[in-house]
């Protein structure tokens, strides 16, 4: 399952997306892939935008 891992340069590239993750999501987790295979799926939940109201008509 997904550990975040230790603070690390914000400029390098990589390990970030579990911080990404706790930022924008509403709920996430992880299911291991199926059948002991090696790997994982991860979800997440985000709380869909306020859409504008359509202008009323005269």
């Known amino acids: 399952m997904p550990v975040r891992r230790a603070a690390?340069?914000?400029s390098r590239p990589g390990?970030?997306?579990l911080?990404?993750?706790e930022r924008l999501a509403k709920n996430w987790?992880?299911?291991p892939a199926p059948d002991?295979?090696?790997g994982k799926t991860v979800w997440l939940e985000v709380t869909?935008?306020?859409l504008p109201s359509?202008?009323?008509?005269p």
């Open 15 to 17: 390990g970030h997306g």
């Open 48 to 50: 869909a935008p306020q």
């Open 54 to 57: 359509a202008p009323q008509r």
């Open 36 to 38: 002991g295979r090696p």
């Open 8 to 10: 690390r340069d914000r």
């Open 19 to 21: 911080v990404l993750l």
């Open 29 to 31: 987790g992880s299911v």
